[in-house]
């Protein structure tokens, strides 16, 4: 029984974007966890989504529709008959024309539609690109739930995903207060780990670009990364969780790391590969990996899994999935 006093068994649940990397292990969450689930896809006989119906309990417990985030008839069929809605889909590059407005209104549209459907909780796939990115913030601040991005640095920066995330978010939070929808908040960050999609997304190319020589040097940055089955369980966890928590949001962070120590982990791990080995000099001092609090995940009961173990998967899911050519030998140094 949940926390609703219903089966679990019993109740159908909507993921946007079913098929993209969180939206995926999302789905194989839930269906492990005994929930019914409809997926959403824009083109859900598209082969790139066939991988959702391979998953264990998809026969039984899954269905794929098709919905575009700005079609508000699509996202009402959508969510006909859901207790909840996890909503995962947005665009993720950063100059895809469609950016502000799937992603905006696109979750106006998705809160709207729950609530004419009458779906009694959503789950809003945040991005700590939302979070992190304000240059006034002391680096010895514990970054958590209260913080926000500085929304006119990321316009001046260029970081139109951060805004769209930053609105959305914004948007989701008025959307639930106004309509009276329930509304739990996963703000992962840089997310990596064993992909289930064949197509390679945002956050795992920032891993094989590094593994295939193609970036000759690392920049002088700090970033922060979480392991794509934690995103998955964090989702599934503040779904679940009692309905009387002060806040809404849940900071989705395993580690922070420089990327001189990211690109040397997978040095390490895989010595056979030409990873990038050389940082940038940009005569600035070495940026500060900032601190930031996981605590409220961690009191739900999510151990999160070590950054060492999430590199690995990621690197051995992009060689099986054919991702990452083979290493070319190092040519033995000329004797003199
Ligand atoms: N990966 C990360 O590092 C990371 C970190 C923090 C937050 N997030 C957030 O997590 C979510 C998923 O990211 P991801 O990395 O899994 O990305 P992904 O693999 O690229 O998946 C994105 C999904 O969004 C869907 N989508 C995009 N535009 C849409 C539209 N107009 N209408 C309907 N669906 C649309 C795509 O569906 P189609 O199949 O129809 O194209 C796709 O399934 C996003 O909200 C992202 O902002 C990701």
């Known amino acids: 029984m949940d926390n609703n006093g219903e089966k679990k068994q019993q109740q159908l649940v909507c993921v946007t974007g079913a098929g993209g990397f969180i939206g995926s292990w999302v789905v194989k969450e839930l269906l492990l966890h005994g929930y019914r689930v409809r997926g959403t896809a824009r083109d859900p006989a598209d082969s790139k989504n066939a991988h959702l119906l391979a998953l264990e309990g998809a026969k039984e417990g899954l269905s794929l529709c098709g919905a575009d985030l700005i079609d508000c008839d699509d996202l009402r069929a959508a969510f006909s008959g859901c207790h909840g809605v996890f909503h995962v889909a947005s665009p993720t590059i950063n100059d895809d024309p469609e950016l502000m407005l799937a ?12 609530a004419d459907m009458g779906v009694r909780r959503v789950v809003f796939t945040s991005s700590y690109g939302a979070v992190h990115m304000d240059p006034n913030r002391s680096p010895d601040t514990v970054m958590d739930e209260t913080c926000w991005s500085d929304y006119d640095f990321c316009k001046q920066t260029g970081n139109f995903y951060c805004c769209a995330k930053m609105m959305a978010e914004k948007t989701a939070t008025e959307e639930a207060a106004r309509r009276g929808l329930e509304l739990a908040v996963v703000v992962p960050s840089m997310t990596i780990g064993p ?28 970033a922060a990364y979480t392991d794509v089955r934690d995103v998955a369980r964090a989702h ?14 849940y900071l989705c962070i395993g580690a922070v790391l420089h ?5 040397q982990l997978l040095g390490d791990l895989f010595p056979n590969y030409h990873v990038t080995a050389k940082c ?3 005569g600035k001092p070495m940026a500060r990996p900032y601190r930031f609090s996981n605590q409220r995940l961690r009191d739900l009961g999510l151990e999160f899994t070590p950054i ?15 991702h990452l050519c083979l290493p070319v030998p190092v040519p033995k140094r000329a004797r003199l």
């Open 259 to 263: 990327r001189s120590r990211l690109v």
């Open 195 to 222: 992909a289930l999609q064949q197509a390679m997304n945002m956050s795992i190319a920032h891993i094989a670009r590094y593994m295939m020589g193609t970036k000759k040097v690392s920049p002088n940055a700090v």
């Open 236 to 249: 599934l966890l503040v779904y679940e969780r009692r309905h009387d928590a002060p806040s809404s949001r």
């Open 280 to 282: 940038e000099d940009d």
């Open 308 to 322: 060492r173990e999430s590199l690995y998967e990621t690197v051995m899911s992009l060689k099986q999935k054919g």
């Open 103 to 114: 992603a905006v209104e696109g979750t106006r549209n998705v809160m709207n539609a729950a």
